[in-house]
T-cell receptor, first 109, second 115 residues
Framework: GQNIDQPTEMTATEGAIVQINCTYQ??????LFWYQQHAGEAPTFLSY??LDGLEEKGRFSSFLSRSKGYSYLLLKELQMKDSASYLC??????????WGAGTKLIIKP | GAVVSQHPSWVICKSGTSVKIECRSL??????MFWYRQFPKQSLMLMAT?????????EQGVEKDKFLINHASLTLSTLTVTSAHPEDSSFYIC???????????FGQGTRLTVV
């Protein structure tokens, strides 16, 4: 079966760095997405990785290793507004998105 | 970036009534629309996939006669929850793609409460 695993919840301190991991097992691979979702709102796109390596976009970076079925989202200089759920999703060979359950990130002052 | 407009953003309805949710792609042609449901503290659950001009493909366990999906044009898809019940209360979100373009865009979501 297809499976996406990510931690349920993480806590970090304002100004610090946090890494949210995601491991996956899917039938085929057409890229991995990270989305941010605040409570009661729709997800917003953060990043898309289809090749191995690190993609940096401002305070957020996303890493992919296809051979290991592994990705992480790195958030630097954490701000209180970064408190949200972070969803990992993999697009399989049929271009269907397989979603993780999300990681709730709590930022403390 | 591309915009998908979804409305209403929230709706409260009586049990037994029907509710229609619309998603419009404002600046691109949405060849495929995905409809999701999300219960509190859970991830997105795909309900159905619709391609313009074709019947929607429903996920296992989703009643196609209860959740009517229409994708009559490249810019509009609708989800109608028929004979809604309190257990249908959830957050409904659409996601639109163009062709096999991997980039996709979410609507703002609709919070449905059935009383």
């Amino acid at each position: 079966g297809q499976n996406i695993d990510q931690p349920t919840e993480m806590t970090a301190t304002e100004g610090a760095i946090v890494q949210i991991n995601c491991t996956y097992q899917t039938s085929g691979f057409n890229g991995l997405f990270w989305y941010q979702q605040h409570a009661g709102e729709a997800p917003t796109f953060l990043s898309y990785n289809v090749l191995d390596g690190l993609e940096e976009k401002g305070r957020f970076s996303s890493f992919l290793s296809r051979s290991k079925g592994y990705s992480y989202l790195l958030l630097k200089e954490l701000q209180m507004k970064d408190s949200a759920s972070y969803l990992c999703a993999v697009m399989d060979s049929n271009y269907q998105l397989i979603w993780g359950a999300g990681t709730k990130l709590i930022i403390k002052p | 970036g591309a915009v998908v407009s979804q409305h209403p953003s929230w709706v409260i309805c009586k049990s037994g009534t029907s509710v229609k949710i619309e998603c419009r792609s404002l600046d691109f042609q949405a060849t495929t629309m995905f409809w999701y449901r999300q219960f509190p503290k859970q991830s997105l659950m795909l309900m159905a996939t619709s391609n313009e001009g074709s019947k929607a493909t429903y996920e296992q366990g989703v009643e196609k006669d209860k959740f009517l999906i229409n994708h009559a044009s490249l810019t509009l898809s609708t989800l109608t929850v028929t004979s809604a019940h309190p257990e249908d209360s959830s957050f409904y979100i659409c996601r639109a793609t163009q062709g096999t373009n991997t980039e996709a865009f979410f609507g703002q979501g609709t919070r449905l409460t059935v009383v």
